[in-house]
């Protein structure tokens, strides 16, 4: 069994402020990115990590983060797309070739665990397609275009989404590609794999495993590693 993780940070920092990657934002004087990249390195059963990131980003990465700090698992570091799915892909084609598991994660979630992971891992081998989720905490609300409530689903049968998402390497590529010529453009992975008519099983995870966007998550992000 060979396991590769794509960890996507190509993406900008427009609602954190800034025009800084967030991914690189100093996080108690190391990038975000340093502790993702972590949370995977201190994983046995990972065997490799490719990074995407934009292009101007690259050298950066490279000499500042992965050498700087000695990560050997990262194999590959490749230029994303514009879109996150594009740059999802480009991971998918770079990941080593004898992957049976892949496992799909965004670069600004530094706090995944080791216990999720090994979860989600385990589940993988049973299942095609597996995502990291928690209940949602608020009631949600269905609206129409002028803001008017139109349902209001069971709280208890809701999941937020996180990553990583983990698939069957050839399954996810595979849609990866249907997606592609349908012109489909999704806001996570699970939903390509979706379209093909397979059942995504998740694994309830941490509600520390935020995605770090705004100002806030960082101050929350500081708090999170004090506890560490």
């Given at each position: 069994?060979?396991i590769s993780?794509?960890i996507v940070?190509?993406g900008k920092?427009k609602?954190?402020?800034?025009k800084?990657n967030?991914v690189f934002?100093n996080?108690?004087g190391?990038?975000?990115?340093?502790y993702?990249?972590k949370?995977f390195?201190?994983?046995d059963e990972?065997?490799?990590?490719?990074?995407?990131?934009?292009?101007?980003d690259?050298?950066?990465?490279?000499?500042?983060?992965?050498n700087?700090y000695n990560f050997k698992?990262?194999?590959?570091?490749?230029?994303?797309g514009s879109?996150?799915?594009?740059s999802?892909?480009?991971?998918l084609?770079s990941?080593?070739?004898r992957?049976?598991?892949?496992?799909?994660?965004?670069g600004?979630r530094?706090?995944i665990?080791?216990?999720t992971?090994?979860?989600?891992?385990e589940?993988?081998?049973?299942?095609?397609a597996?995502g990291i989720?928690?209940?949602v905490?608020?009631t949600?609300?269905?609206?129409?275009?002028?803001?008017?409530?139109?349902?209001?689903?069971?709280?208890?049968?809701l999941?937020a989404?996180?990553?990583?998402q983990?698939?069957?390497?050839?399954?996810?590529y595979?849609a990866?590609?249907k997606?592609i010529?349908?012109?489909f453009?999704?806001?996570?992975d699970?939903?390509?794999?979706?379209r093909l008519?397979?059942k995504?099983?998740?694994?309830?995870g941490?509600?520390r495993?935020?995605?770090?966007?705004?100002?806030e998550?960082?101050?929350i992000s500081?708090a999170?590693?004090?506890?560490?």
């Amino acid at each position: 069994m060979f396991i590769s993780v794509i960890i996507v940070a190509a993406g900008k920092g427009k609602r954190m402020g800034t025009k800084l990657n967030k991914v690189f934002l100093n996080l108690n004087g190391k990038p975000v990115l340093y502790y993702t990249i972590k949370a995977f390195e201190n994983v046995d059963e990972i065997d490799e990590i490719v990074l995407v990131v934009s292009e101007p980003d690259l050298e950066f990465c490279k000499s500042e983060i992965v050498n700087k700090y000695n990560f050997k698992k990262v194999k590959h570091i490749v230029v994303g797309g514009s879109e996150r799915q594009e740059s999802v892909f480009m991971g998918l084609k770079s990941v080593d070739n004898r992957c049976n598991i892949v496992l799909i994660h965004d670069g600004a979630r530094p706090f995944i665990d080791r216990v999720t992971l090994q979860k989600g891992i385990e589940e993988a081998k049973s299942y095609c397609a597996v995502g990291i989720a928690v209940p949602v905490k608020d009631t949600i609300k269905v609206v129409d275009n002028d803001n008017f409530v139109i349902d209001t689903p069971d709280r208890n049968r809701l999941m937020a989404i996180q990553t990583p998402q983990i698939f069957d390497y050839k399954l996810i590529y595979k849609a990866h590609l249907k997606a592609i010529e349908d012109g489909f453009l999704g806001t996570d992975d699970t939903v390509l794999v979706e379209r093909l008519g397979y059942k995504v099983k998740l694994v309830e995870g941490s509600y520390r495993n935020i995605k770090i966007t705004t100002p806030e998550d960082l101050i929350i992000s500081e708090a999170f590693l004090k506890t560490i």
